[in-house]
């Protein structure tokens, strides 16, 4: 069938309007924030962000009714199997994961937009890309897929360079743009080559036809699967797709910061699963070995980095965070090399690992947020007696740290680690393993020289008690929700494995 046989066949169905409530849900009241911007009072414009706030909240609880994640919508009359959307639980785990993010995220901007940020445009692109992430997860087509990505993308370049007249976030805006275009560009050929290839951009029809791809389209099949990667890849912030992670993080506003770190990370690994576990298992000795390769290069270049970072306090909180984050990204990208590797269902431990990190990852921000009010550079030193002035949330960064090192009490963390770990070796990949051991020692050095430091005596610190400034109150609830589930999850970290079991295979 041709692609515009398989678009028209598309279009004529009855739409599922609950399967796709949550990505919906986000654009409606994107689109409704930005015309009511229009009419807003200055003076009122916070209530802008508190709509937004609401409208986050009910696009995660629409997720609740599709909890049996048993529907699919835009599906070919002639195959009603071949959907473009599918709610599985794949689906919903991810989905929770965005649009939560999303939603702490809108929690952290709103003291923000209050003086620095422009109200109606930021609420409008952070609900725009939060809606693109969320259908992201749901596209089983690679145009839907491709589409997705750039709506979750393209308000981002928008977001990080929204502060007006900072000549750092207008530079940090233009090389995530850049870049972020130029990986787009190779995937779309990738894309083009796998349909011509395959002669059709639906995930499962892919699959079934690159197991029988003729000798003299081999060779193209190949460079197809490779190409497509790489744009999902430079999501994900892989090396040697990540030069343009410290930068972005550092010039943008601290709660697009946040947001990049999460919600991007998970839009990258996610395209990721979807194109190699459900349209590529045929070229698993393709796309294995990269992702394993991938896997190693980016937890070491990231942790490498982020101890140079750390040697010397007068390096930016946020740019040790941004190198953190790639380190993160690459035990992320662990499960889904094993998945070439192994018969059984190795990407819920991503799915786990991510979950995890994007709590604790979030809480680290608030808690930058936070100390960023009182100290604008933000720089590593500014954290030292952080517990003499604020013991609570030094007590809550300590433990967002110890999760992000895999150490006790940061039991989710460690549980988290161990999972990813045993599914290299589950795999055969003991040689993966083995780089990742040595990582998490290698970063055991700056998480734990960070929380060292917030303990510690102030350089100077006059005597009696010390001053402090009023916190804003959703910053606070951030740290406190962000710390309370942290807290739970060590509690019971078999909860995090059980839900995430997505059962892609």
Same mark, same amino acid.
């Given at each position: 069938?041709?692609?515009?046989?398989?678009?028209?066949?598309?279009?004529?169905?009855?739409?599922?309007?609950?399967?796709?409530?949550?990505?919906?849900?986000?654009?409606?009241?994107?689109?409704?924030?930005?015309?009511?911007?229009?009419?807003?009072?200055?003076?009122?414009?916070?209530?802008?962000?508190?709509?937004?706030?609401?409208?986050?909240?009910?696009?995660?609880?629409?997720?609740?009714?599709?909890?049996?994640?048993?529907?699919?919508?835009?599906?070919?009359?002639?195959?009603?199997?071949?959907?473009?959307?599918?709610?599985?639980?794949?689906?919903?785990?991810?989905?929770?994961?965005?649009?939560?993010?999303?939603?702490?995220?809108?929690?952290?901007?709103?003291?923000?937009?209050?003086?620095?940020?422009?109200?109606?445009?930021?609420?409008?692109?952070?609900?725009?890309?939060?809606?693109?992430?969320?259908?992201?997860?749901?596209?089983?087509?690679?145009?839907?897929?491709?589409?997705?990505?750039?709506?979750?993308?393209?308000?981002?370049?928008?977001?990080?360079?929204?502060?007006?007249?900072?000549?750092?976030?207008?530079?940090?805006?233009?090389?995530?743009?850049?870049?972020?275009?130029?990986?787009? +560009?190779?995937? /779309?050929?990738? $894309?083009?080559?796998?349909?011509?290839? %395959? &002669?059709?951009?639906?995930? =499962?029809? @892919? *699959?079934?036809?690159?197991?029988?791809?003729?000798?003299?389209?081999?060779?193209?099949?190949?460079?197809?699967?490779?190409?497509?990667?790489?744009?999902?890849?430079?999501?994900?912030?892989?090396?040697?797709?990540?030069?343009?992670?410290?930068?972005?993080?550092?010039?943008?506003?601290?709660?697009? +910061?946040?947001? /990049?770190?999460? $919600?991007?990370?998970?839009?990258?690994? %996610? &395209?990721?699963?979807?194109? =190699?576990? @459900? *349209?590529?298992?045929?070229?698993?000795?393709?796309?294995?070995?990269?992702?394993?390769?991938?896997?190693?290069?980016?937890?070491?270049?990231?942790?490498?980095?982020?101890?140079?970072?750390?040697?010397?306090?007068?390096?930016?909180?946020?740019?040790?965070?941004?190198?953190?984050?790639?380190?993160? +990204?690459?035990?992320?990208?662990?499960?889904?090399?094993?998945?070439?590797?192994?018969?059984?269902?190795?990407?819920?431990?991503?799915?786990?690992?991510?979950?995890?990190?994007?709590?604790?990852?979030?809480?680290?921000?608030?808690?930058?947020?936070?100390?960023?009010?009182?100290?604008?550079?933000?720089?590593?030193?500014?954290?030292?007696?952080?517990?003499?002035?604020?013991?609570?949330?030094?007590?809550?960064?300590?433990?967002?740290?110890?999760?992000?090192?895999?150490?006790?009490?940061?039991?989710?963390?460690?549980?988290?680690?161990?999972?990813?770990?045993?599914?290299?070796?589950?795999?055969?990949?003991?040689?993966?393993?083995?780089?990742?051991?040595?990582?998490?020692?290698?970063?055991?050095?700056?998480?734990?020289?960070?929380?060292?430091?917030?303990?510690?005596?102030?350089?100077?610190?006059?005597?009696?008690?010390?001053?402090?400034?009023?916190?804003?109150?959703?910053?606070?609830?951030?740290?406190?929700?962000?710390?309370?589930?942290?807290?739970?999850?060590?509690?019971?970290?078999?909860?995090?494995?059980?839900?995430?079991?997505?059962?892609?295979?």
């Amino acid at each position: 069938m041709t692609l515009a046989a398989e678009t028209a066949a598309n279009l004529v169905q009855t739409v599922d309007w609950l399967a796709i409530a949550p990505p919906t849900i986000a654009a409606v009241v994107a689109l409704l924030i930005l015309v009511a911007d229009l009419f807003v009072p200055e003076r009122n414009k916070a209530f802008l962000g508190y709509a937004a706030i609401a409208g986050l909240a009910a696009a995660v609880l629409s997720l609740a009714p599709l909890r049996k994640g048993d529907r699919s919508t835009f599906c070919l009359t002639t195959a009603p199997a071949d959907c473009s959307y599918t709610a599985d639980h794949f689906t919903l785990v991810i989905q929770l994961l965005v649009l939560g993010g999303a939603l702490l995220t809108a929690l952290l901007s709103v003291a923000d937009t209050k003086d620095k940020l422009p109200a109606g445009e930021y609420w409008f692109l952070l609900l725009s890309s939060a809606a693109g992430a969320a259908l992201l997860p749901a596209s089983r087509d690679l145009a839907t897929l491709v589409v997705a990505l750039e709506v979750a993308s393209l308000p981002a370049f928008a977001l990080v360079g929204l502060r007006r007249g900072d000549r750092m976030s207008s530079e940090s805006a233009l090389k995530f743009f850049l870049s972020s275009v130029t990986a787009t +560009a190779v995937m /779309l050929l990738g $894309v083009s080559f796998v349909y011509a290839t %395959t &002669g059709s951009l639906h995930l =499962t029809r @892919i *699959a079934a036809r690159m197991d029988d791809v003729p000798g003299q389209l081999e060779t193209l099949a190949q460079a197809g699967v490779a190409l497509t990667l790489v744009g999902f890849a430079f999501k994900t912030a892989a090396v040697p797709f990540h030069f343009w992670v410290p930068d972005t993080y550092v010039g943008a506003p601290l709660p697009v +910061a946040a947001y /990049l770190s999460v $919600v991007g990370k998970a839009v990258g690994f %996610t &395209g990721l699963i979807l194109v =190699t576990v @459900i *349209a590529f298992p045929a070229y698993a000795d393709v796309w294995g070995p990269a992702m394993a390769v991938l896997a190693a290069l980016t937890m070491t270049a990231g942790n490498v980095a982020a101890v140079r970072q750390s040697a010397t306090r007068a390096f930016s909180a946020v740019r040790l965070l941004a190198w953190s984050s790639v380190g993160q +990204a690459g035990y992320i990208l662990v499960p889904i090399a094993a998945a070439a590797y192994s018969s059984d269902d190795q990407i819920g431990s991503t799915v786990a690992y991510a979950l995890m990190y994007a709590v604790v990852n979030l809480g680290a921000f608030a808690v930058v947020a936070l100390v960023a009010r009182t100290k604008p550079l933000n720089r590593i030193a500014d954290y030292r007696g952080l517990y003499s002035t604020r013991p609570v949330t030094a007590l809550a960064m300590g433990f967002f740290l110890l999760c992000l090192a895999g150490l006790p009490p940061g039991i989710i963390g460690l549980f988290a680690k161990v999972t990813v770990f045993s599914s290299a070796v589950d795999a055969g990949l003991g040689w993966l393993a083995v780089v990742m051991g040595v990582n998490v020692v290698i970063a055991l050095y700056y998480y734990l020289q960070w929380t060292a430091l917030l303990f510690r005596a102030p350089e100077g610190a006059p005597e009696g008690v010390p001053s402090r400034h009023r916190a804003p109150a959703l910053v606070t609830a951030t740290i406190a929700v962000t710390a309370v589930v942290g807290v739970l999850l060590s509690g019971y970290p078999q909860l995090v494995l059980r839900f995430a079991a997505v059962g892609l295979f």
